[in-house]
């Protein structure tokens, strides 16, 4: 897992919140989504570490393999949905600038 990314995303939707709540014409729709897309990074963010952490107990000894384990699928899932929703956004995007005026 690439945390630089991860981190990236989370400072993309951080951005993307203040420009929304900063512009006078966004809707409360507007806000909303981007108050999801960054509850949704925080969430992916606040898995991976916790993931980090699991390990980090079990290279020390004071945490069990299976909840290593356990840890990591789960932020390896939250990390692929994220990633399958970012490439389905880039796609739409794409066919838009594809349609003609």
Avoid: C, H, K, W
Avoid at 22 to 33: I, K, L, N, S, V
Avoid at 43 to 64: K, Y
Wanted: charged residues 15%; proline residues 3%; without cysteine.
């Amino acid at each position: 897992m690439d945390l630089a990314a991860l981190r990236a995303y989370a400072q993309a939707a951080q951005a993307a919140g203040n420009a929304a709540g900063a512009a006078p014409a966004a809707g409360p729709q507007d806000t909303a989504f981007s108050g999801l897309v960054s509850d949704a990074v925080n969430s992916l963010q606040a898995s991976v570490s916790a993931a980090e952490t699991q390990t980090a107990d079990a290279v020390m000894g004071r945490a069990e393999l299976a909840d290593v384990v356990t840890a990591m699928a789960a932020a390896e899932v939250q990390l692929e949905t994220a990633i399958a929703v970012r490439d389905q956004v880039i796609r739409a995007y794409q066919e838009i600038l594809r349609m003609p005026i």
